[in-house]
């Protein structure tokens, strides 16, 4: 729900997979003895591409993953029954090659391609799809925490087969059933009709992994520390991920690279890479860095102030991704002073969302005035609006009989670069700069993202945060949906009622199949949101992705 990145990432994702290294010789020589780049001559398969990420990915048990840097390296090794069109939100065949409902929208029939085989060599066909579907809704114990499997509970609105105490039980799960119609053709049975259910299978944790590896290397098997933070215990996720993809995993040394080759059995379009490293570099500069000198062929992330360098030198390129995220300071609303609105509403009008976005994106930044990107359908023009009003905010405490300054603590994390936040710190302090201006007396909280800044905030145990979201798909409910429909912790929502008819809203919305109506559903849950304040949207940032000019996708 992140970085969830989370994700036009499908853009990069793409490009990746297609991507040859259009010669490296000449005066690169040296730089392609620093990555271990195989020379190619242009059109050719082969070679190697080393990529700056900004952390290494959490797991790479694609079940078990909510943030960008995980999805990204997962989905190359793993692939979802429906896909969308590369650079689009429309649908397109994976694993699936059509399907269709039934006349109420409760069960769907997916077709299932022939011919394909899992990395360890075992078919891919309708037991291997129920098996990962049973394995999902037989989740126990800790796997069933937001922290463990935030997207099978978004994806399928939560619910376990035998939930622990204060999760949602199968009557409140979309999915009722999995069954093998024949050995390519699978019938997936809900519990309600759902106009989001294809959508939601384009989702990467919903990818199918090989049942024979998942249990030969203890896919199952995991803990939560003290601090609720999920941890897988078996090798699965750390040295045996296996699933149909067009690479596949062939080492994993944390802090240092993460190596996968192509799949020379893949059942369509071959890579061109031989090989595809990702190599974890926290540091903005260090990553632009890296890539001056050879020691990557691209990075992700790039800060906004950088660019201008980038394209100023014909060595480089920059490839612009659409802005399809929102960053937002996020409240649990259940814990003292947040469970007032008064406090929220004063904190909203204590941000200076707008020198934010102007100090720190570099001209890629746009202030947000909910939690969705504008483009969206469900983008309401009416939402109540806060500038920052640092006496308005005092009076607003006051008013509500609070003794300056109100004491809150504020989480940020440290050691990563998101879309939609180039600089967490510097956002931070700003953020902290404004609301000292304004009454508050802020505590700063840090954390590392992963696993412990994400698990915190999974488990809400953060009361004032910086954090974001990247879509998966082009629809409200991938943003406010995500965040607002179910009991989430992030906002304190599982010990709140604060949102209940947020809730309702969204619960109609996802069944409705008039688009009009669902549109102007989504327009009055924007209201209702935006007048509730679970947190404050400030930014949506266009990310860029940094290449040496002589990579080229195909």
Not at 457 to 482: A, C, M, R, S
Request: net charge negative; aromatic share 12%.
């Amino acid at each position: 729900m992140r970085a969830k990145s989370f994700r036009l990432l499908l853009l990069l994702v793409t490009l990746l997979f297609a991507l040859g290294l259009a010669g490296c010789g000449g005066d690169d020589d040296e730089a392609a003895e620093d990555t271990g780049a195989t020379e190619t001559t242009e059109g050719e398969a082969g070679g190697t591409l080393v990529f700056g990420s900004s952390s290494d990915p959490v797991v790479l048990d694609f079940a078990l993953i909510s943030d960008g840097e995980s999805y990204r390296v997962n989905l190359q090794i793993y692939e979802t029954l429906i896909r969308l069109k590369p650079g689009t939100t429309e649908l397109e065949p994976g694993l699936a090659t059509s399907w269709e409902a039934n006349e109420d929208g409760t069960s769907w029939t997916l077709h299932l391609r022939e011919g394909v085989t899992f990395h360890d060599g075992t078919p891919f066909n309708a037991e291997a799809v129920c098996a990962n579907f049973d394995r999902w809704f037989n989740f126990k114990g800790s796997f069933q925490n937001a922290s463990a499997t935030y997207y099978w509970q978004y994806g399928f609105g939560g619910g376990f087969a035998e939930p622990e105490e204060g999760v949602a039980g199968p009557e409140e799960s979309l999915y009722k059933s999995c069954e093998v119609v024949d050995e390519y053709t699978v019938m997936l049975n809900l519990t309600r009709p759902s106009a989001t259910i294809l959508q939601a299978l384009t989702l990467g944790p919903l990818s199918i992994q090989s049942p024979t590896a998942m249990e030969k290397y203890g896919a199952d098997e995991g803990e939560v520390d003290a601090d609720g933070i999920f941890h897988p215990t078996g090798t699965y996720g750390t040295e045996h991920p296996t699933g149909t993809g067009a690479f596949m995993f062939e080492s994993w040394t944390p802090e240092d690279k993460l190596v996968l080759v192509r799949n020379d059995d893949y059942w369509g379009e071959k890579a061109k890479l031989d090989e595809l490293i990702f190599r974890p570099i926290a540091d903005n500069a260090a990553r632009l860095q890296a890539l001056q000198t050879g020691e990557v062929n691209g990075y992700d992330l790039v800060e906004p102030q950088d660019i201008p360098t980038i394209e100023s030198d014909e060595n480089f390129q920059i490839l612009n991704r659409p802005a399809f995220n929102v960053g937002y300071v996020g409240f649990n609303i259940s814990t003292p002073p947040l469970d007032d609105i008064e406090v929220r509403k004063a904190i909203a009008y204590g941000l200076d969302r707008q020198a934010v976005v102007d100090n720190f994106y570099a001209g890629r930044g746009q202030l947000a005035t909910q939690f969705m990107p504008p483009d969206l359908e469900g983008t309401a023009d009416d939402v109540m609006q806060y500038e920052f009003d640092p006496e308005k905010a005092k009076q607003i405490l006051q008013d509500a009989g609070y003794e300056l300054p109100v004491k809150i603590e504020f989480w940020y994390p440290s050691d990563v670069t998101r879309p939609y936040m180039p600089d967490p710190k510097r956002n931070f302090e700003a953020f902290r700069a404004s609301l000292e201006k304004s009454g508050f007396k802020v505590t700063p909280k840090s954390a590392p993202w992963d696993p412990d800044y994400l698990g915190l905030n999974n488990e809400g145990k953060q009361p004032v945060h910086l954090i974001g979201w990247t879509g998966d798909y082009g629809d409200p409910d991938n943003f406010i949906g995500t965040f607002f429909q179910t009991d989430n912790p992030q906002f304190g929502l599982d010990k709140s009622k604060e949102l209940d008819g947020v809730q309702e809203i969204l619960n109609q919305a996802e069944i409705e199949t008039d688009e009009a109506k669902r549109i102007e559903l989504y327009k009055e849950a924007n209201r209702q949101i935006m007048l509730l304040l679970p947190g404050v949207p400030y930014a949506h940032n266009q990310p860029a992705v940094a290449f040496q000019a002589n990579v080229d996708g195909r």
